[in-house]
């Protein structure tokens, strides 16, 4: 069989899912039908990919992470390890709640750190930065760095991951690449 993706002799590739030139799916990792991962991802050990997932590309997913139906990551995603997402409000063994999945969106360049929880119905911003072991349990602005449990926004952060510092008219430069950013009304631009 001719594909354009590796996937380790342990990985599961369902019938049905669809895998993007240049992905790399490693160890006991299971992408199941239905499934899109965009080109040249990375989808590390351990990771289970449920069925009408859809990642972009170039999205990195690190090891003993579950995506599960009704999450779409946007391109230059970053999952970091063992974070969750959930895709029901009120989960209980005995009722089933297949009909109540309710979607997450995780926007373009957006990282999430080791150990982060994703409450579902949520939007994770453009750029965004969720730190290690955050609580997501309401919509993550762009460029916007949350921590804690539940999260709260302490900073912003630049499309390369730098803390912003904005002077008094609201400009703020990324040290790695000096392009500015405005921050007006609570939602930073880039200039």
Same mark, same amino acid.
């Given at each position: 069989?001719?594909?354009?993706? $590796?996937?380790? #002799?342990?990985?599961?590739?369902?019938?049905?899912?669809?895998?993007?030139?240049?992905?790399?799916? +490693?160890?006991?990792? !299971?992408?199941?039908?239905?499934?899109?991962?965009?080109?040249? &991802?990375?989808?590390?050990? =351990?990771?289970?990919?449920?069925?009408?997932?859809?990642?972009? #590309?170039?999205?990195?997913?690190?090891?003993?992470?579950?995506?599960?139906? %009704?999450?779409? &990551?946007?391109?230059?995603? $970053?999952?970091?390890?063992?974070?969750? $997402?959930?895709? /029901?409000? =009120?989960?209980?063994?005995?009722?089933?709640?297949?009909?109540?999945?309710?979607?997450?969106?995780?926007?373009?360049?957006?990282?999430?750190?080791?150990?982060?929880?994703? /409450? &579902?119905?949520?939007?994770?911003?453009?750029?965004?930065? /969720?730190?290690? %072991?955050?609580?997501?349990?309401?919509?993550?602005?762009?460029?916007?760095? /949350?921590?804690?449990?539940?999260?709260?926004?302490?900073? +912003?952060?630049?499309?390369?991951? !730098?803390?912003?510092?904005?002077?008094?008219?609201?400009?703020?430069? &990324?040290?790695?690449?000096?392009?500015?950013?405005?921050?007006?009304? =609570?939602?930073?631009?880039?200039?």
């Amino acid at each position: 069989m001719n594909q354009d993706y $590796f996937a380790h #002799e342990t990985a599961v590739v369902d019938i049905g899912a669809k895998i993007g030139k240049g992905t790399k799916i +490693w160890h006991f990792s !299971h992408i199941m039908p239905n499934a899109i991962i965009g080109e040249r &991802c990375n989808i590390g050990q =351990n990771v289970v990919v449920s069925p009408s997932v859809i990642l972009g #590309e170039n999205v990195k997913v690190q090891n003993n992470v579950s995506i599960y139906t %009704g999450v779409i &990551c946007e391109d230059d995603v $970053f999952l970091g390890p063992s974070m969750v $997402f959930t895709n /029901v409000i =009120n989960p209980r063994s005995a009722v089933i709640r297949k009909d109540e999945y309710k979607s997450t969106l995780v926007k373009k360049g957006a990282s999430i750190g080791a150990n982060a929880t994703i /409450v &579902c119905g949520n939007t994770i911003g453009a750029y965004a930065m /969720v730190g290690a %072991g955050a609580v997501v349990t309401k919509e993550v602005l762009p460029y916007a760095l /949350v921590v804690g449990n539940p999260s709260k926004q302490i900073g +912003w952060v630049s499309e390369y991951g !730098h803390r912003l510092e904005f002077d008094e008219n609201g400009v703020a430069t &990324c040290p790695e690449t000096a392009q500015k950013y405005h921050l007006q009304n =609570n939602y930073v631009i880039q200039l």
